[in-house]
Nanobody
């Protein structure tokens, strides 16, 4: 079993920044790819950023240049630094491990 707990969401104005954190516990492996997805109201969940065990990263086109994913294997944690936020980034953000385990999500709202 793998447990994932996200934190760091909130309300921010357009152009602002937030940093999301995800703490993993249980049968977590440093070999797992980990990352973030998001789901806006009325839309399907989409992958936002992924980081693999070797450190390689991939991003959705919509967030490239604005979001940065990182991981700390010693702490079993990953982070998502989000800069220059836009209203269309508003969504519930979920952490995943190995594309199979998902957290409960944290709400991010970008609004003036």
């Amino acid at each position: 079993q793998v447990q994932l707990v996200e934190s760091g969401g909130g309300l921010v104005q357009p152009g602002g920044s937030l940093r999301l954190s995800c703490a993993a516990s249980g049968s977590i492996s440093s070999n797992f790819a980990m990352g973030w997805g998001r789901q806006a109201p009325g839309k399907q969940r989409e992958l936002v950023a992924t980081i693999r065990s070797g450190g390689s990263t991939t991003y959705a086109d919509s967030v490239k240049g604005r979001f940065t994913i990182s991981r700390d294997n010693a702490k079993n944690a990953i982070y998502l630094q989000m800069n220059n936020l836009k209203p269309e980034d508003t969504a519930v953000y979920y952490c995943h491990a190995a594309f199979a385990y998902w957290g409960q999500g944290t709400q991010v709202t970008v609004s003036s």
